[in-house]
């Protein structure tokens, strides 16, 4: 795993924090919720395909024993 999808997912969550204050404060919970959601949901994508490319090497590595 590279530390830059750390970041990445860092970054991300600081950014949807920072914009979920800013519609909560302007009565839009609706929207932020939305948004929290959505932030969720591409960090999970982002977790599903490191796992599968994790799968790949492994599935590789005992292609190469066998």
């Known amino acids: 795993m590279d ?3 750390v970041y990445r ?3 991300l ?3 949807i924090a920072i ?3 800013v519609l909560a404060q302007a009565g839009r919970q609706e929207q932020a919720q939305m ?3 959505a932030g969720v949901i591409i960090v999970l ?3 599903v ?3 599968s490319n994790l799968f790949a090497n492994v599935e590789t590595v005992f292609q190469l024993w066998h």
Do not use: C, E, R
């Open 3 to 5: 530390i830059s999808m």
């Open 9 to 11: 997912i860092a970054g």
């Open 13 to 15: 969550g600081i950014i």
């Open 19 to 21: 914009l979920n204050i």
């Open 35 to 37: 948004l929290s959601l």
């Open 45 to 47: 994508v982002w977790i």
């Open 49 to 51: 395909q490191m796992i």
